[in-house]
């Protein structure tokens, strides 16, 4: 086999995922559309509107593209493999229907009390003045909500509310001033729930479930999980604190459960399905369903992937995922994502990276956002702008490790937490 291949994204993600596929003896080419500057190291980036699927069909058909890996949740949520299979170009990633799974909150919660899936519960509303009275009745109770938009808003949809005041807030937002446009005209408010987050990936072809090691990402912006949330500003693999019991819990019953679910539906799945998990007094709950690799997940994950990724891909998109071997090695890894100054909230770009050449020889640096200048100079282009991932035998020894070549490495207000798998190993009892 050589394969050619188109990767859609361009994220640390992305550049991770490119850095495996290209290890596999069966690639011919890989395209990344519009990739980065960390992908471009390993292979040909190209532009492409990545949520118009007759786009991303015209570009994968010019390159003779055998196999799209479709990563981000919007090219998904747009029907870009449906596009390309019905064209007959094999796609990683699940169509549109069953991508709906993250991009409608309130499928996802129909589906889960469908299927008996352990979630906290949630009321869907398209009228503003019901979803106020809702929300203060929670409030009346002593208890305390999250107000989700249905559709997909940029990682920004979810706010969990302290207050009555800050949920009626979040509702004005979403459905009055429509700050998430037609992904907040409808809304779910879910009861809040309180414990140790987890994210629990696996790859399927629809009836074969194979899973990935647990790990961990960090939402908000400061140590001690203070601030406002970033799309991921941490991350660790695995979480010591996780009882392998509750794992396969919700393995068997969350993941495998809503694969199954899908299936019956109408609506296979095909690709990677990440259940976000709060570990809760009552037992493992859903948080939300995720279509695809999650970001920085994905930066930690790969490295620890033994098994060749473009054949695991090419499996899935072809249903034959039970023919190939999943193994993961045993080390632990840990993921620092460095950030523009001021993300999540405006910040300013095209300041020079220095030092990614003095990092260790097996220490990782997925670029998130920086791109080449035209002298060849790297700068900063966004707010995630770089995940340094170092391995160890446990998460404290590659935590050290992480954190002393993050230090090596410098642009101008740089700034990354200081605590990511801090506690990694702590009983379930320690906040993060
Ligand atoms: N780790 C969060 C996400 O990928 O949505």
Redesign the pocket.
């Known amino acids: 086999m050589a394969l050619n291949v188109l990767l859609i994204g361009s994220g640390a993600r992305e550049h991770a995922i490119a850095w495996k596929v290209a290890q596999s003896p069966n690639l011919g080419k890989l395209w990344i559309g519009p990739g980065n500057a960390g992908t471009a190291a390993y292979g040909e980036n190209v532009e492409v509107e990545t949520t118009d699927p007759e786009a991303v069909l015209a570009l994968a058909q010019r390159i003779h593209a055998d196999l799209v890996i479709v990563t981000p949740d919007d090219p998904l949520a747009a029907g870009v493999v449906d596009c390309l299979e019905a064209a007959g170009i094999a796609a990683f990633g699940p169509t549109r229907a069953a991508a709906e799974i993250e991009w409608s909150k309130s499928f996802a919660k129909q589906l889960m009390a469908d299927a008996g899936i352990a979630t906290a519960g949630a009321k869907t509303f398209d009228n503003a003045w019901e979803a106020r009275e809702f929300a203060r009745a929670i409030y009346m109770a002593d208890l305390q909500c999250v107000v989700k938009a249905d559709g997909l808003a940029l ?1 920004k949809g979810v706010v969990v509310c302290d207050t009555v005041a800050e949920a009626l807030q979040a509702i004005e937002d979403a459905m009055v001033h429509n700050r998430f446009g037609p992904a907040g005209a409808r809304i779910v408010i879910e009861q809040r729930m309180t414990g140790r987050e987890t ?1 629990a990936h696996a790859f399927t072809d629809g009836v074969t479930v194979r899973h990935m090691p647990f790990s961990c ?1 960090y939402k908000p912006v400061f140590d001690g999980n203070v601030g406002p949330n970033t ?2 500003i941490g991350v660790y693999s695995p979480p010591g604190w996780l009882d392998p019991a509750i794992q396969s819990a919700i393995e068997n019953e969350v993941t495998e459960r809503a694969v199954r679910a899908l299936a019956a539906a109408g609506r296979p799945y095909r690709g990677v399905i990440y259940p ?1 998990m709060m570990l809760t007094a009552d037992g493992p709950q859903v948080v939300e369903f ?1 279509s ?1 690799f ?4 994905t930066e930690v994950l790969l490295p620890r992937l033994r098994s060749d990724l473009l054949d695991i891909c090419h499996a899935v998109a072809h249903g034959r995922l039970a023919e190939v071997p999943v193994e993961w090695s045993d080390d632990a890894t840990v993921g620092v994502m460095m950030a523009s100054a001021g993300y999540p909230g405006e910040y300013e770009t095209g300041f020079p990276i220095e030092g990614i050449d003095s990092v260790d020889s097996d220490v990782h640096v997925f670029i998130a956002g920086a791109q080449r200048d035209e002298a060849g100079v790297l700068r900063t282009s966004g707010g995630r702008v770089l995940c340094v991932v170092a391995i160890g035998a446990t998460v404290a020894e590659a935590r050290t490790r992480a954190y002393d070549n993050v230090r090596r490495i410098h642009f101008e207000g740089a700034h990354y937490r200081t605590d990511i798998g801090a506690t990694a190993d702590a009983p379930i009892e320690a906040s993060r």
């Open positions: 990682g994210s990402d799309g991921g976000g995720n695809r999650g970001d920085p997940e």
